[in-house]
């Protein structure tokens, strides 16, 4: 646990650091506090799981960017997604690094409900599907070669032979995901599907949560630090997960990741920073402190073309924060990526933490999980493409993060190109390639979009 604090060391020469420090942070506030005003609560707590991309709270706290906006930060890690959303709802954390389907399933319904917004992005791309070095075996056979090293990306067909032999075996052939609404959940059936394997459907209608009706696949939930330890006890023949644990398979010697989520949507949203919207409404003023800090500190991390990165890793790597040798986190976060052992390949925008427009809550960005929510079953009735907007609308408050923003700007601590045109809607999010199975994604017309896949619900589909 870490608390920003004002005074960390005694003596006269710290004293008058100390001194230093407070009337810096005093002067360096007391142009947004002339517009935002102080912080209604200023000692806060705030949760995370223990992943590369929770980066922005440690930077933030580390290059003082809370303490620059009156804040005295505890930042605290969390056993797995679902203790770190029941600690946000009832009030013990003020906000937490979030997956974003959790910020949309807890306000739809789903599971637990409450209604938790997002004004802040926290990265683009930043996660791989690995498997066991049995499973990669089978798959190589049938994967091109090109000056002897497989052709990317990989796609799941290769996988069919594999999970073939386990049926022929009267087994199931089983994958990790790290939440029910995780982004990884959703990239990984993508892929899957996208490659002919069914990763089966949830009925949470009919009491039904597993998501393994009609599976060939089938995925079940496993905490992000545990994925290589159940691979390698063979719980699991592969899972999808955020670093460092694909790059961590790797230098165990137990497994290869055989595509990143870059591969599969280039430039994908990836978790957000949550609140409550009572906490929110409670807090107005802490909350454009709380963005402004971490909007900063993605900055930091993406300035002058990553020339940071080296510096987050050693912050990172650190018990506290991520907890992993550096050399396995740097192999993502300075712009490369590892498949088999000694298969390095540059991959500069695996992390993305501020480029792109990264930390802007674009609504179809909500509109994509939504829709894969449904495509699966988690929203097991059709709904209209007005309630798949509105509901976008509600979670993700980009009208939060321009207040925030334009502060910054008029503060002199970021200039206007930085951001997004605020005088335009910023409905879609900009920067994206195309989706690895070649589907348009049209976030205005989500139904349409949903009823496009060859395995999916579609239309008045239940499960």
């Given amino acids: 646990m870490l608390k920003t604090p004002l005074n960390i060391v005694t003596g006269p020469i710290h004293q008058l650091a100390s001194l230093a420090a407070a009337i810096s942070l005093m002067a360096s506030v007391g142009t947004a506090r002339a517009e935002i005003g102080p912080p209604e609560k200023p000692d806060l707590k705030l949760g995370f799981i223990k992943l590369t991309d929770m980066a922005p709270l440690a930077i933030a706290w580390?290059?003082?960017?809370?303490?620059?906006?009156?804040?005295?930060?505890?930042?605290?890690?969390?056993?797995?997604?679902?203790?770190?959303?029941?600690?946000?709802?009832?009030?013990?954390?003020?906000?937490?690094?979030?997956?974003?389907?959790?910020?949309?399933?807890?306000?739809?319904?789903?599971?637990?409900?409450?209604?938790?917004?997002?004004?802040?992005?926290?990265?683009?791309?930043?996660?791989?599907?690995?498997?066991?070095?049995?499973?990669?075996?089978?798959?190589?056979?049938?994967?091109?070669?090109?000056?002897?090293?497989?052709?990317?990306?990989?796609?799941?067909?290769?996988?069919?032979?594999?999970?073939?032999?386990?049926?022929?075996?009267?087994?199931?052939?089983?994958?990790?995901?790290?939440?029910?609404?995780s982004t990884h959940n959703y990239e990984l059936r993508y892929w899957l599907a996208a490659g002919g394997l069914n990763p089966g459907y949830y009925a949470p209608q009919n009491g039904d949560t597993s998501g393994t009706l009609s599976a060939d696949v089938h995925l079940s939930v496993t905490p992000p630090p545990q994925m290589p330890a159940t691979l390698?006890?063979?719980?699991?023949?592969?899972?999808?997960?955020?670093?460092?644990?694909?790059?961590?398979?790797?230098?165990?010697?137990?497994?290869?990741?055989?595509?990143?989520?870059?591969?599969?949507?280039?430039?994908?949203?990836?978790?957000?920073?949550?609140?409550?919207?009572?906490?929110?409404?409670?807090?107005?003023?802490?909350?454009?402190?709380?963005?402004?800090?971490?909007?900063?500190?993605?900055?930091?991390?993406?300035?002058?073309?990553?020339?940071?990165?080296?510096?987050?890793?050693?912050?990172?790597?650190?018990?506290?924060y991520v907890g992993a040798d550096a050399e396995v986190i740097a192999n993502s976060m300075t712009g490369t990526f590892e498949y088999e052992k000694g298969d390095v390949r540059n991959v500069p925008d695996f992390n993305v933490f501020f480029r792109h427009h990264a930390t802007y809550p674009y609504p179809s960005d909500a509109i994509w999980y939504l829709s894969q929510m449904r495509r699966w079953g988690q929203i097991p009735e059709a709904k209209s493409d007005d309630w798949y907007m509105k509901t976008a609308a509600q979670v993700y408050r980009g009208d939060i993060y321009a207040k925030a923003a334009k502060s910054l700007i008029d503060d002199g601590l970021m200039k206007a190109e930085d951001f997004p045109d605020f005088s335009q809607d910023n409905f879609s999010r900009p920067y994206q390639g195309e989706l690895i199975d070649g589907v348009a994604f049209t976030p205005r017309q989500p139904n349409a979009y949903i009823d496009s896949f060859d395995i999916g619900l579609k239309g008045t589909d239940t499960p």
Avoid at 72 to 77: D, G, K, M, R, S
Avoid at 96 to 109: K, N, P
Avoid at 292 to 307: H, K, P, S
Wanted: aromatic fraction near 8%; charged fraction near 20%.
């Fill in 232 to 320: 390698e006890a063979g719980t699991i023949q592969g899972y999808c997960v955020g670093e460092p644990w694909n790059q961590q398979a790797v230098f165990k010697g137990i497994g290869v990741p055989v595509i990143t989520d870059y591969e599969i949507w280039p430039n994908n949203p990836e978790k957000v920073f949550g609140v409550s919207q009572v906490w929110a409404e409670e807090n107005p003023n802490t909350h454009l402190h709380l963005l402004r800090a971490l909007i900063r500190a993605a900055y930091w991390l993406d300035e002058n073309n990553n020339a940071n990165r080296e510096s987050a890793v050693e912050i990172l790597a650190r018990p506290s």
């Fill in 62 to 181: 580390e290059q003082g960017f809370f303490m620059d906006e009156g804040l005295f930060v505890e930042l605290e890690a969390q056993a797995n997604w679902k203790v770190l959303l029941n600690r946000v709802i009832t009030g013990e954390l003020d906000g937490a690094h979030m997956l974003a389907g959790q910020t949309l399933g807890a306000s739809i319904g789903y599971g637990t409900q409450a209604d938790i917004i997002t004004a802040f992005s926290m990265d683009l791309n930043g996660n791989g599907i690995t498997v066991s070095n049995e499973v990669w075996e089978t798959m190589r056979q049938h994967i091109p070669e090109h000056n002897g090293k497989p052709v990317h990306p990989i796609s799941a067909s290769t996988l069919k032979p594999a999970v073939e032999q386990s049926r022929a075996k009267g087994e199931r052939f089983r994958m990790g995901m790290v939440f029910p609404v």
